[in-house]
């Protein structure tokens, strides 16, 4: 079985000084959980950066690292003895496979850096002298040493040498699971799947949680919500989905004899199965995809009032974008196109003609209690069914 050899860089990690053993080994564990399925592999730290041994080709393996959070960059790579004759014959194979792939490549460059000063020659003669020989076994190639089609590193290093293409972008970011666990409010919008990238790439572990209605909520809209958390499960997500059934509790609320409030209560009740749950899953936060002034219960008063006096903080990492930007980014992590499809959220289902957007927190919490919201939503806690994502 022929193995492939990847180097992986992992830029802001290597500012973290006395805790990168810690980051890097936890990097490490994320790569291997989504590679291991792929085929054979080795992953080993090699200073400053990792080196992957796969049967797996570029083609499976780059997808899954272009979304690990932690990798600044990876590539194809090829290693070599310390001796410039194994250097060249190997950075004249190196080009002629990048041609194989890539006929369309025109120009390239040598870019030389040679850590161990033992070499015999430095990085200025290897530039030359290598770029020299790809000329000479290649006459279609120029050299562009500005914008090339090929950049070919060549890595003096103090065991071996490597030659490799440019990096192909990582995840960047740091490490899921290096920032702490937090719970996310997942609705079925755009939002709140952006919300939770977001804080997978700042290295924190996200657990899904949704809040259905059935029968007012359709089977569709489940699925939709399932299928937004196995995107944020393809980069490194919670493989479960938490779900609470809330049809009891947005019954009860529907009743209430202040209806401008109507949202508020939802939300606030919402928050307080939240954090229930989080208790239960050690979570050290909750997330959602609240965004400021988008809607009535995001005025500055009705996200205080909803989230008032909790144990736990609340993250709302969209809280000042605009949505336009919200929609290029769920463009580009892929949720957008599910998240636009057309099925109810319990949110919606029953709205208030003149929703409260200046609430008072004191009528909130008294008018949560006159309707004893407490037991339902504790119940719906208890009965919370969790999906696998896998
Ligand atoms: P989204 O914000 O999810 O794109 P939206 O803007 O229509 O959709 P809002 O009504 O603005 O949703 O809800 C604000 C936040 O409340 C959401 O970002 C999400 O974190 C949370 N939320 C709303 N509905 C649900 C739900 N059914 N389950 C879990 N969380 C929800
Ligand atoms: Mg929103």
Redesign the pocket.
């Given at each position: 079985m022929s193995e492939t050899l990847y180097l992986l860089s992992y830029g802001e990690l290597a500012l973290k000084g006395r805790n990168r053993p810690f980051f890097v080994k936890r990097l490490i564990k994320n790569i291997i959980e989504k590679i291991k399925n792929l085929g054979h592999y080795e992953i080993h730290s090699i200073d400053g950066r990792l080196l992957l041994n796969t049967t797996a080709g570029p083609h499976e393996v780059y997808p899954v690292l272009s979304k690990i959070f932690g990798l600044a960059g990876f590539s194809l790579v090829v290693k070599c003895g310390l001796n410039y004759e194994e250097v060249r014959e190997k950075t004249l194979q190196f080009v002629s496979s990048c041609l194989s792939q890539k006929p369309e490549i025109s120009t390239f460059k040598i870019a030389a850096r040679r850590s161990n000063k033992q070499f015999e020659k430095n990085s200025t003669e290897l530039n030359s002298e290598l770029g020299l020989e790809v000329l000479k076994a290649f006459p279609q190639l120029k050299v562009d040493v500005k914008t090339p089609h090929l950049a070919v590193h060549v890595e003096i290093r103090d065991q071996e040498a490597f030659i490799h293409s440019a990096f192909e972008k990582g995840g960047g970011g740091l490490p899921v699971g290096i920032s702490g666990k937090g719970l996310?409010?997942?609705?079925?919008?755009?939002?709140?799947?952006v919300?939770g990238w977001m804080l997978l790439k700042r290295g924190m572990q996200v657990t899904p949680?949704?809040?259905?209605s059935p029968p007012y909520t359709s089977p569709r809209a489940r699925q939709k919500?399932i299928d937004l958390a196995r995107v944020l499960a393809s980069y490194g997500g919670e493989k479960y989905l938490h779900l609470l059934q809330f049809t009891p509790v947005q019954l009860k609320i529907k009743d209430t004899r202040h209806q401008d409030l109507m949202t508020l209560l939802l939300?606030r009740a919402?928050m307080d199965a939240a954090m229930q749950l989080s208790q239960k899953l050690n979570q050290n936060t909750v997330?959602?995809?609240?965004?400021l002034g988008?809607?009535a219960?995001?005025t500055i008063e009705s996200m205080t009032a909803t989230a008032h006096q909790y144990p736990l903080q609340v993250i709302r990492p969209l809280i000042g974008f605009d949505k336009m930007e919200i929609i290029e980014k769920a463009k580009q992590i892929q949720t957008y196109e599910i998240?636009i499809q057309p099925y109810e959220?319990?949110?919606?289902l029953f709205l208030p003609e003149h929703p409260c957007t200046k609430p008072h927190v004191n009528d909130l919490l008294q008018e949560y209690n006159t309707l004893e919201l407490d037991q339902l939503v504790s119940e719906s806690v208890i009965n919370v069914e969790v999906v696998s994502l896998l």
């Open positions: 996310l409010l997942l609705s079925g919008g755009i939002d709140s799947p919300a949680l949704h809040f259905c919500v939300r919402m997330i959602t995809g609240e965004n988008q809607v219960s995001q998240s959220d319990c949110c919606t």
